[in-house]
């Protein structure tokens, strides 16, 4: 992993790492939303249960989704939809424990042109407690 400071003192950087998401219980914010990413480019959505609280929020363009299993059933859609992410750039403002990550990416589904996507996680204690 490549880490550097940006200007206004948070780290970025690009996660290489591979696990599945009971390895990333007690991680770092960083490491659940790589855990997040990794299960996603994997098609696994039940891979997040470990990473995620159980009264996750979560608001996006197309919906709203309040708690673990509603936020799993919604996402295996777009889990299995999705050909390939491409990474750019991961933003980090976070402690051990607590913190937001910021992935900037590229979305590829079937049929269409890349997306450009910005995905902003929070994490409480040590699990995911928010995406938008």
Not at 50 to 70: K, N, Q, T
Not at 98 to 118: E, K
Request: proline share 6%.
């Amino acid at each position: 992993m490549s880490l550097t400071y940006g200007p206004i003192g948070c780290r970025t950087g690009k996660s290489k790492q591979r696990s599945k998401g009971a390895d990333l219980v007690n991680s770092t914010p960083e490491q659940l939303a790589a855990g997040y990413f990794d299960a996603w480019e994997a098609g696994a959505s039940e891979r997040l249960r470990p990473l995620i609280a159980d009264d996750i929020s979560f608001r996006g363009p197309l919906a709203e989704v309040h708690g673990a299993d509603d936020y799993i059933s919604s996402i295996e859609g777009l889990f299995g939809a999705t050909e390939k992410l491409v990474i750019h750039r991961r933003w980090v403002d976070a402690d051990a424990e607590t913190g937001d990550v910021l992935t900037w990416f590229d979305l590829h589904v079937p049929g269409a042109p890349p997306a450009p996507v910005a995905s902003w996680i929070h994490v409480e204690r040590g699990t995911i407690n928010a995406c938008r």
